[in-house]
């Protein structure tokens, strides 16, 4: 199965950039479709970004767009989400996750299909 670890969070002034990095472990990691998902205090768990396992498609919730990019390195284990230009309204655990079908042809946008998450990073955005 895979493994994942978010890493990259913290506190950042409205404006600001963070990238958050999502590191797998596995020999197969690069067969899986990843997804970026954010919770922010009391509310639904949300589609940010998702990337196929080659990395020649993304996809991305229609707000964010413009603003945040997904991007894999397979050789190192690793997909990465930039934050650009970051609101208050950003502030969210955001957690990765690997769909649970390995080379799907599908990108997901949503949460169900995936199976492995990570334990997730606090991205906190001040005014």
């Known amino acids: 199965q895979v493994q994942l670890v978010e890493s990259g969070g913290g506190l950042v002034q409205a404006g600001g950039s963070l990238r958050l990095s999502c590191a797998a472990s596995?020999?197969?990691?690069?067969?899986?479709?990843i997804g970026w998902f954010r919770q922010a205090p009391g509310k639904e768990r949300e589609f940010v970004a998702a990337i196929m396992w080659t990395g020649i498609r993304t996809s991305y919730a229609d707000s964010l767009k413009g603003r945040f990019t997904i991007s894999r390195d397979n050789a190192k284990n690793t997909v990465y989400l930039q934050m650009n230009s970051l609101r208050p309204d950003d502030t969210a655990v955001y957690s990765c996750?690997?769909?649970?079908?390995?080379?799907?042809?599908?990108?997901?946008?949503?949460?169900?299909?995936?199976?492995?998450w990570g334990q997730g990073a606090q991205v906190t955005v001040s005014s």
């Open positions: 596995g020999r197969t990691f690069k067969t899986y479709n």
């Open positions: 996750a690997a769909d649970r079908t390995p080379y799907t042809t599908e990108l997901r946008t949503f949460k169900e299909p995936y199976d492995y």
